[in-house]
């Protein structure tokens, strides 16, 4: 079976071309295996480009390190836009940059722009606020989950919950680089608050306008990059008042440009996103 590795900022991933059928090629398991690395491909995940629905071009379908499905996937849908761009270039229909795909995600409708200079800019939607839509039990339903005390690790930490499509929660440290993830991150996922798991970004406000972020993300661990995660932050920073609305996020793997617009409430997520190899699995 042939496959493509793309990654985004780090944050890598198995494409597979999916098109000829609604439901994808290998299982949940499978991709476990696939995602080893050391007795597999090695990947944080493995994403499918599925037929469209409705009124959308495509589908997109990602399945985590460990097996669990996501609704959504920011670097995944960059590589996905690449990976799309590639095969539709191969069917002798290579579209011309500036291009927009609407893909149908289990998040809704997502819409990456192939860019003229090889970026990827999406339209990620609105973000959700209300504790049901993340979902937590950290405060009543139809409220929202703003610097809201959780004691993990025996420590108590002003946290921010945010989806986008995807739950995560935020919190504010003074070093980013000072977090033992290894031991918080397991510790946040599986929280009894989050009853579908959560992603958990720590977050250095060094500017307004320049935010840096580790990530521990449910369901892959620590990865070097997660675009719904850096999305999900810079909205929490405006809605505790320490960043603007349009900021540079800086993740080990590298930058992402992110705009939570006031205009439409819709989050616009800028980055590159490449191929690493392409290879056939046995
Ligand atoms: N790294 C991705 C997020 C992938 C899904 C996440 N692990 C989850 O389970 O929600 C991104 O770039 O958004």
Excluded at 151 to 170: F, K, L, R, Y
Excluded at 183 to 200: A, C, D, K, Y
Excluded at 243 to 251: F, I, P, S
């Amino acid at each position: 079976m042939e496959f493509s590795k793309y990654h985004g900022l780090g944050n890598d991933f198995v494409l597979v071309d999916n098109r000829h059928q609604v439901e994808p090629v290998i299982s949940p398991e499978m991709a476990v295996q696939w995602c080893d690395r050391h007795f597999g491909i090695g990947a944080d995940g493995v994403i499918f480009a599925l037929p469209g629905q409705g009124d959308t071009d495509y589908t997109m379908r990602i399945y985590n390190s460990d097996g669990s499905e996501p609704e959504m996937c920011g670097n995944g849908i960059r590589c996905m836009a690449k990976f799309l761009e590639t095969l539709e270039a191969a069917d002798g229909k290579a579209p011309q940059a500036p291009h927009t795909y609407r893909i149908h995600t289990l998040a809704g409708l997502i819409s990456p722009t192939l860019q003229p200079d090889g970026q990827v800019t999406v339209d990620m939607g609105p973000p959700y606020l209300l504790a049901r839509e993340i979902p937590t039990t950290l405060a009543a339903a139809e409220q929202k989950v703003v610097a809201v005390p959780l004691t993990v690790a025996e420590q108590t930490w002003d946290v921010t919950c945010v989806s986008m499509g995807n739950p995560h929660c935020i919190t504010f440290v003074e070093d980013v680089e000072a977090i033992a993830l290894e031991n918080l991150g397991p510790q946040f996922e599986h929280h009894s608050v989050f009853p579908q798991r959560i992603n958990t970004e720590f977050i250095q406000v060094v500017r307004p306008d320049y935010l840096k972020m580790r990530v521990w993300e449910r369901g892959a661990g620590i990865t070097l990059a997660c675009g719904t995660g850096a999305c999900a932050s810079l909205v929490a920073g405006v809605l505790n008042g320490v960043c603007d609305r349009a900021a540079t996020v800086e993740l080990p793997g590298g930058p992402l440009y992110i705009e939570w617009s006031a205009a439409d409430n819709r989050v616009y997520m800028t980055g590159p996103a490449e191929l690493a190899f392409t290879g056939t699995r046995a």
